[in-house]
Each structure stands twice: as C-alpha cells, then as structure tokens.
C-alpha cells in the first residue's frame, strides 16, 4: 500500500476521488456495514472505507485501485450471511445496493439479466408479475440480494425439488483482480466449451471476485402449491416421515422440519394446534397444476398421516402463506429465546439425518447450551443452533467449541460443514475436515489464480482457522 493511503481517511479520500465523494463513506460511519446476521454471535468487523460504485465500471475502479495499493475488498450484498463472509477486517466494504438495474427481461424466453445489487424478493416478484418463478428462496429474501445469494449459492425450502440459486444462473458478471470485469456464460442455457468458470464463481463468497450481474433462468410459475404439516411424537417418526414422503410417488417441492427444541420457541405462533406431545414436525409440500398440487397433497397425506400425532393441511391461499410465513419466522423465533445464537448450517447424507439430530441437542448438553435444529430435512441440511446470550463471553465460547464438535460430527457422518451458508469467517480453516490435502491444494491454486495478491475478501472460505492468522 502506498505511504498516501496507508490509513483510513486516505483510502476514503482516494476512493473519493475515483467515486465522487457521495458514494465513499469512513470506515466507522455506518456500523451496519461492519456486521451481518452473524452479529448476535458477537461478531463485528472494523473497515478503512465503504465504497458505493453505481455500476460495474465504478466496481472494477474499486477493485483497481484496491489491488494497486494491496488493501482488502470486501463485497457486500444484503448483510444476511451467517458465516461472517461480508464481516471486513480492515480494507475496503464494496456494498453492491446501488447496482440495482434490471439489464434485460425477456418472459417470453424464461430469463433476465440483472444487477447484483437487486434484492432477491425483487426479482421474485418480477418474475411473478409475468407468470413465472425464481425459484431459489433463502429465508431473508427482502434483504438478501442477488449477488450475495449467486456468491453463496443460496439454497432455502424450495431447493430439495429445485436445487440452489447456482442452477438458476446462466450466466455471470465480475470484476475480478486486477481490477477486470469479465462475463462467462450469459443468456445461454447450455455452454460446455471452457471449464466451468461460472461454477466456480458461484458460491465464491467474494473471495475470487465481485459479482456485478447476473443472468438468470426462470420457470413458469407452478399454478398451485399445497403444504402438508405433519407432527410425531419423536425423531425417529419424524425422519420415517421424511423417508414416506419421498416413497410416496411425487416429487415433493420442499421437504422441511423443525425438532423438540425449535418447536418449543416457535410453536407458541404455529397456526394450528400442535399436540402437547410434538417433538418434531415436517412440512412438505405439493406443487404443480391445480389438478397435479391437489393429487400430489392427497398422497402426501397419505404419507404421513397414519404415524403423526396430528396433521395441517391449509387449501386456503391466506392459510398456506400463514405456514410459510411462520417457517420463515422460526430463526428469529429461537434467537428471541435468549438474545442470540450460533447456527452452523452442516448437511449429512440423508439416511443420517435422525442421528444428526440428536447428536446437536447432545453436543449442546456437553458445552452447557440449550440447543435446536430446523432445516431443510429432503436436503438433510440443519440449522445446528446453540442458544446464548451474546453479552455473555463465556457462552459465546463454549458456543464456539460446540460448533467445532458439531463440524467434527458432519465430517464423521459423511457429509459438509455447510449445506449453503458458505464459510466465510466463521468456519475458515474447517475444510481439512472433509477434504484431501490435494482437494485442498487445488482449492488454494484457484484462489491464487483469480487473486495471486490475496486481495478478495482475505481470511474468508479459504484461510485458517479464525484467530490463526490468513493463508
Ligand atoms: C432470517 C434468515 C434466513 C435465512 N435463510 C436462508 C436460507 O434459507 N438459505 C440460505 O442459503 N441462506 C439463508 N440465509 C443466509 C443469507 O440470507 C444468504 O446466505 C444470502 O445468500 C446472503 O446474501 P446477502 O446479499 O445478504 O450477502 P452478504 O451477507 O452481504 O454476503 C455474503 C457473502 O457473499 C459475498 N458477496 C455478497 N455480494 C457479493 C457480490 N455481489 N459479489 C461477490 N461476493 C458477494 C460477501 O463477501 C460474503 O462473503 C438466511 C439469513 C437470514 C438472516
């Protein structure tokens, strides 16, 4: 880095220069962009500047003078990540919330081109308003945006029958070091001809580049979708359950459900009666034509009846949204119980999902910590979540040791330390855990070659352990 901007109110004032001095703010003038959901964990960044490019020419500015003068860039989205990907630790926040044009829609054709910064709810509702879907629907979708949910490859109830936001992108704009912008892909829906650099990018979680648009694939909208909720007196009927409905002749849209503990912080606001004896509940869903939904929830019910202690199945729209909207309030449900919590988003082979379960509410026993687990049940994807009271550093780090168990128990089960959160900060240094030193290796040589100075997001998905010092 240059002597001129070896400090915080130099790196704003050049930035300044390049941007106008409107879209550069001090490091410290906003806390919101030194945080993201991980923040009722306690975590919280510090930053030289925030730069507020407009458009991709002004980003890759950024990224230019960036890699020049060797300071960080940190891209931002919405600041709803829960592995700690958006948290800077010095250098510059690159918020994406200006870039939110709508480049092309073609409805016709199933696709547009869009800005990075343009929120995910956003585009969802464009596309409805033409009949069609973005199916991808992680939980924070007003606040989220594109590029964070491309950058994470964001996943949510619907990706069991859809998959993740990355297979919904055809194609993808960055800016990549030195400070070039660069398109793979675009409104294509098939290119095999290089290697897979739209891949790669995807769920990248800014470490290779900053995304500054995207091209998307939609679908028509299915015409009717008919949730199915069910509840069972303990796991192992709860995961049966699971297992029913996948045996049942459909292709269930999504497949969720939510064990004892998350009950209990939810349950008070379920829109329906939930039996005394619920220790665990599963949502399915039916989607389709009017005549395929209906059928499809027939079977489901079928399904899963005859081992539940109870079952809801709203066929009024207002009421099918009350049970969505309720799922989607179960994470802030189980932070209001004590103020915060460690979540840890591990996935494990289906047939080890039970035995997941319980395994999290055990490793909460042994660290002294209430905890839960909700998810995504088809994907055999949990939200681990350890409760605490974020003031309170001694729960905090036992939190922290029982995420280490709790990644230690993914690797033994066969399966990931993340299903879609990413690993940003949070869970740096865990990959070991699952991978060969080779995989390792070359997973490094990518990252040296999209950004051999280290300047993308430095310390995220690729560094040690948190508190061991960056790769
Ligand atoms: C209540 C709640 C529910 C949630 N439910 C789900 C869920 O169901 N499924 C799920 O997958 N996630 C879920 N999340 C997590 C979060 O919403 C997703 O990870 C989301 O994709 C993050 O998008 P963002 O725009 O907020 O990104 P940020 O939090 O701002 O950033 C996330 C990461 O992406 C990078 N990044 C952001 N934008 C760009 C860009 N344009 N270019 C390059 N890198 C970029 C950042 O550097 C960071 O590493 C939930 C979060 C909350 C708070």
Same mark, same amino acid.
């Given at each position: 880095?240059?002597?001129?901007?070896?400090?915080?109110?130099?790196?704003?004032?050049?930035?300044?220069?390049?941007?106008?001095?409107?879209?550069?703010?001090?490091?410290?003038?906003?806390?919101?962009?030194?945080?993201?959901?991980?923040?009722?964990?306690?975590?919280?960044?510090?930053?030289?500047?925030?730069?507020?490019?407009?458009?991709?020419?002004?980003?890759?500015?950024?990224?230019?003078?960036?890699?020049?003068?060797?300071?960080?860039?940190?891209?931002?989205?919405?600041?709803?990540?829960?592995?700690?990907?958006?948290?800077?630790?010095?250098?510059?926040?690159?918020?994406?919330?200006?870039?939110?044009?709508?480049?092309?829609?073609?409805?016709?054709?199933?696709?547009?081109?869009?800005?990075?910064?343009?929120?995910?709810?956003?585009?969802?509702?464009?596309?409805?308003?033409?009949?069609?879907?973005?199916?991808?629907?992680?939980?924070?979708?007003?606040?989220?945006?594109?590029?964070?949910?491309?950058?994470?490859?964001?996943g949510?109830?619907?990706?069991?029958?859809?998959?993740?936001?990355?297979?919904?992108?055809?194609?993808?704009?960055?800016?990549?070091?030195?400070?070039?912008?660069?398109?793979?892909?675009?409104?294509?829906?098939?290119?095999?001809?290089?290697?897979?650099?739209?891949?790669?990018?995807?769920?990248?979680?800014?470490?290779?580049?900053?995304?500054?648009?995207?091209?998307?694939?939609?679908?028509?909208?299915?015409?009717?979708?008919?949730?199915?909720?069910?509840?069972?007196?303990?796991?192992?009927?709860?995961?049966?359950?699971?297992? /029913? %409905?996948?045996?049942?002749?459909?292709?269930? *849209? $999504?497949? +969720?459900? =939510?064990? !004892?503990? @998350?009950?209990?912080?939810? #349950?008070?606001?379920?829109?329906?009666?939930?039996?005394?004896?619920?220790?665990?509940?599963?949502?399915?869903?039916?989607?389709?034509?009017?005549?395929?939904?209906?059928?499809?929830?027939?079977?489901?019910?079928?399904?899963?009846?005859?081992?539940?202690?109870?079952?809801?199945?709203?066929?009024?729209?207002?009421?099918?949204?009350?049970?969505?909207?309720?799922?989607?309030?179960?994470?802030?449900?189980?932070?209001?119980?004590?103020?915060?919590?460690?979540?840890?988003d591990v996935v494990?082979?289906?047939?080890?999902?039970?035995?997941?379960?319980?395994?999290?509410?055990?490793?909460?026993?042994?660290?002294?910590?209430?905890?839960?687990?909700?998810?995504h049940?088809?994907d055999g994807n949990l939200?681990?979540?350890?409760?605490?009271?974020?003031? /309170? %550093?001694?729960?905090?780090?036992?939190?922290? *040791? $029982?995420? +280490?168990? =709790?990644? !230690?128990? @993914?690797?033994?089960?066969? #399966?990931s330390?993340s299903g879609e959160h990413?690993?940003?900060?949070?869970?740096?240094?865990?990959?070991?855990?699952?991978?060969?030193?080779?995989?390792?290796?070359?997973?490094?040589?990518?990252?040296?070659?999209?950004?051999?100075?280290?300047?993308?997001?430095?310390?995220?998905?690729?560094?040690?352990?948190?508190?061991?010092?960056?790769?």
């Open positions: 880095m240059s002597p001129a901007a070896s400090s915080g109110a130099a790196v704003a004032r050049e930035l300044a220069g390049l941007l106008g001095s409107g879209a550069v703010l001090a490091g410290d003038a906003d806390p919101r962009y030194l945080a993201d959901a991980t923040e009722g964990r306690g975590l919280r960044g510090r930053a030289d500047a925030v730069a507020l490019p407009a458009d991709a020419g002004e980003v890759a500015a950024v990224v230019a003078w960036c890699c020049a003068h060797g300071v960080p860039v940190v891209p931002r989205g919405g600041g709803t990540g829960y592995a700690g990907g958006a948290v800077p630790d010095g250098g510059v926040v690159l918020s994406l919330e200006r870039l939110t044009g709508v480049r092309s829609f073609d409805a016709a054709r199933w696709r547009m081109e869009v800005e990075a910064g343009l929120t995910t709810a956003h585009v969802r509702r464009l596309a409805r308003e033409s009949g069609l879907w973005f199916p991808p629907d992680p939980g924070a979708a007003e606040s989220s945006q594109i590029g964070g949910n491309v950058a994470t490859n964001a949510g109830p619907h990706a069991f029958k859809y998959g993740a936001t990355g297979a919904w992108v055809t194609g993808i704009e960055a800016v990549v070091p030195p400070g070039e912008l660069v398109r793979v892909g675009g409104p294509l829906r098939k290119d095999v001809a290089g290697y897979d650099l739209l891949r790669l990018l995807v769920g990248s979680e800014g470490t290779l580049g900053v995304i500054t648009a995207a091209w998307l694939r939609l679908i028509p909208a299915p015409e009717a979708a008919y949730p199915v909720a069910a509840v069972y007196a303990d796991v192992a009927a709860g995961c049966a359950a699971v297992g /029913a %409905a996948m045996a049942s002749g459909i292709v269930p *849209a $999504a497949i +969720e459900y =939510l064990d !004892a503990g @998350a009950l209990r912080a939810a #349950g008070g606001s379920f829109p329906a009666a939930l039996p005394r004896a619920a220790a665990m509940l599963v949502i399915v869903e039916a989607d389709g034509s009017r005549e395929e939904a209906t059928r499809g929830r027939a079977e489901l019910l079928e399904a899963l009846a005859p081992a539940a202690l109870a079952t809801h199945a709203p066929s009024e729209p207002a009421e099918r949204e009350a049970l969505w909207r309720w799922r989607d309030g179960v994470s802030h449900a189980v932070t209001a119980q004590r103020g915060g919590k460690l979540s840890e494990v082979p289906l047939d080890r999902l039970g035995e997941a379960i319980g395994a999290v509410v055990e490793i909460g026993a042994r660290h002294r910590l209430e905890a839960c687990s909700w998810g049940a088809g939200h681990a979540t350890f409760l605490l009271d974020p003031h /309170a %550093a001694a729960e905090r780090e036992r939190a922290a *040791a $029982a995420a +280490e168990d =709790l990644f !230690a128990l @993914a690797a033994t089960l066969g #399966g330390i990413g690993v940003g900060l949070v869970k740096r240094g865990q990959l070991a855990r699952q991978w060969s030193p080779r995989a390792l290796e070359l997973h490094a040589g990518v990252k040296r070659l999209f950004d051999p100075e280290g300047v993308m997001n430095p310390g995220k998905k690729v560094g040690r352990p948190a508190g061991a010092g960056d790769t």
